[in-house]
């Protein structure tokens, strides 16, 4: 342990030698010892052997800093890996100080549309490391008696064919379409639906659901689920009806997609 003042006196040869070799000690050890230097300099490294922390003077020279323990592998620093990782990517520990990357989960919702005209809507532009997909209605009427269903699409539309659905109420009515994924199986020009519908995708561009919904005009709720598998990546998804002829006439619908 060896601590200087960093200033080499006017002193006989030996005694500059001395005072050389009592700075070099000092620079080696990182001027280590139990108390702080006496004197101190901007940027200054201290070895505190009573606390057993390395410290660094601050740009003022008005305090330390504790930069780590000095018995510690890499100062008891977690030590990130190598590579800069790529883009999307977060930090994640194995709760002993190891780092990776890896994929962090991105949620977004999409803007709520009004339900209350046209024969669907549609949401558009959902990007493609969505992995899961939650549609959100509330108060939705249609014009007629038609089911409600979701149908899927990519880049070269909305698919219509190719869905393996079923539903069914709490009064046991039941239903089945091969045009879209059903939310309901039983409906009246006065049903008002409220729930959600979740989408998850199975392997590649093949997703499937399930869903509740509940009637707020009617002691009534209807659960479903099924399956499609698309030809290239998802990018919307769409809210209409089976005969796709009853229009949409209260209610708001929403979606949110993570990945």
Known sequence: MAQHDYIIDNATGAAVRADLNNALAAIVSLNSGATAPSTTYAYQPWADTATGLLKLRNAANTGWITIG???SANLGLVVGPASAGTANQVLATDGAGVQTWV????????TSQASTSGTSIDFTSIPSWAKSIEVMFAGVSTSGTSNLQIQLGTSSGFTTTGYLSGCITSTSSTANSTTGLLLSAARAA???SH???TLYVLTGNQWVMNTTTGNSDTAQ???GGGSISLGAVLD?????TVNGTDTFDAGTINIRYEG
């Open 69 to 71: 323990t000095l018995a």
């Open 103 to 110: 994929d962090r989960v991105r949620s977004s919702y999409a």
């Open 190 to 192: 006065t049903t008002v």
């Open 195 to 197: 729930g959600i519908a």
């Open 221 to 223: 709720i209807s659960t």
């Open 236 to 240: 919307r998804v769409r809210i209409t």
